[in-house]
Nanobody, 125 residues
Framework: QVQLVESGGGLVQAGNSLRLSCAAS????????LAWFRQAPGREREFVSA????????KYSDSVKGRFTISRDNAENTVYLQMNSLKPEDTAVYYC??????????????????WGQGTQVTVSS
């Protein structure tokens, strides 16, 4: 089992950047695929980005491709989401998720079992 704690959210103006972090507990961190999801008010949770256990494969939603970058540090049990050129429509609660890696083809569609509590990102226009 793994526990996830997100941090780094906040209020920023459009065009600026934020970096989210997700610290994980558990000895098997390096075997997990990790992902970021987000949920805006009144909307369903949506996939943002994911990375395989070794960091060799990443996936992004079309809405963030080219602006967001996911990375992981297995030595520090942490996954990051660098968010650049933020837009008001990026406003949401961002969640970190983890599950055993099923390979690059699946990390964007995996039903993740472990979730953090979320961190709020608000982008003002």
């Amino acid at each position: 089992q793994v526990q996830l704690v997100e941090s780094g959210g906040g209020l920023v103006q459009a065009g600026n950047s934020l970096r989210l972090s997700c610290a994980a507990s558990g000895r098997r961190f390096s075997r997990y695929a990790l992902a970021w999801f987000r949920q805006a008010p009144g909307r369903e949770r949506e996939f943002v980005s994911a990375v395989t256990s070794n960091g060799g494969c990443t996936k992004y939603s079309d809405s963030v491709k080219g602006r967001f970058t996911i990375s992981r540090d297995n030595a520090e049990n942490t996954v990051y989401l660098q968010m650049n050129s933020l837009k008001p429509e990026d406003t949401a609660v961002y969640y970190c998720a983890a599950d055993f890696d099923s390979g690059c083809d699946f990390i964007a569609v995996l039903v993740y079992d472990y979730w953090g509590q979320g961190t709020q990102v608000t982008v003002s226009s």
